[in-house]
Structure formats: C-alpha cells, structure tokens
C-alpha cells in the first residue's frame, strides 16, 4: 500500500458517504451512496473521527483492512456517530455541527526501535497480552507531545502502565496515514 494513494473525487466521496451513512440513520432511513471508484474498493484501514465545534465527538476504526475502504467508511463513521461509549449517540441537533474526519491507514510495520517513529508521521498501535491500544499519528501533533509522551499515552489507551512501552514483551507496530476532513 506504499503507493496508495487519494485523490480530491475520492477524498470528497469518502466525506459524503461518512456524512451519508450518519444523517441516514438519524433520519431513520436507507442511506443512498454513489459507486466507489477503484481506489475505494481497496482493503484498508480506516478511521472516523467526529468534532462538534473543535470537540472531539466520536472516534471509531478498523485498524487494519477487512473490507473494500468504502464500506469501511460507511461502518465506522455510524459507529462514531452512535456507538462510541466515551459518548452519547449523536443527537440531530447536532448534525449540522459535525466535523468529519478520515484516516485511511497504512498497513502495521512492527518497530524493533522506537527511533523509527516520526511524530506527526507515524500512529502507534502497542499490545502486551490482551491489551492493545492505538493512537492516530495526528493526535500526537494536535496534543504537542514528543515521541515518549505519544507512547505514554498510547500506552494507557491500551489500558496498561505509561511505561509498557519499554517492556520486552510489548509489542508496537507503527503505521502513517492520509488524512483529510471538513473544516
């Protein structure tokens, strides 16, 4: 997927189809979508991240590709919008309010160095066990945090100590991302 890549028509069909797939729902009715092109019938991962008014409303993805990237979309940006349990469902009052974000990931390359991470470039994904966490790679850029703090935070996303990012037996995996939204 190095080559991978979107253009504006794709870009501007993911936004319609996320925002398509929310006020369908919340309209109460069969969401109507255009035909993906080529590039969105590719296996990617993606997340939805939803703002209202600069606030962080909803997040929901797929960290690896499990279906075409359109479908994935039409999931997660539902799922963001309804079934993030850090929030309530989406309100309609508060469609018109929502921003729209995407990231369709790259494929995880496991790091044998943190040294490897570029913050603002890479999102993390550790597992130690059961437990696994991620964190995009602009959540480091928004938040102004450097390397080990992206990790930290990763780190207790995954449930586990700050610090299990220096474990042997945690593992992390690194990724990029094209990301683009409303504003």
Known sequence: MSEFTLDAHDRELLLKT??????AKLEGRA???NDPTAALLEECGAFVTLHVKGRLRGCIGRITGVEPLFE???DM????????????????????????EISVLTPLKKIDTIDSIE?????????????SGVLLPQVATEQGWDR??????TCYKA????TCWKDPKTEISSFSAIVFGEK
């Open 18 to 23: 996320a925002r398509e797939s929310i006020t």
């Open 31 to 33: 969401p109507s979508y």
């Open 72 to 74: 994935t979309i039409k």
């Open 77 to 100: 940006a539902a799922a963001s919008a309804f079934q993030d349990p850090r929030f309530p469902p989406l309100s309609p009052d508060e469609l018109s309010d929502i921003d729209i």
């Open 119 to 131: 913050v603002g470039k890479h999102g993390i994904y550790i597992s130690n066990g059961t437990y």
């Open 148 to 153: 080990d703090t992206f990790l930290t935070h």
């Open 159 to 162: 449930g586990l100590k700050g």
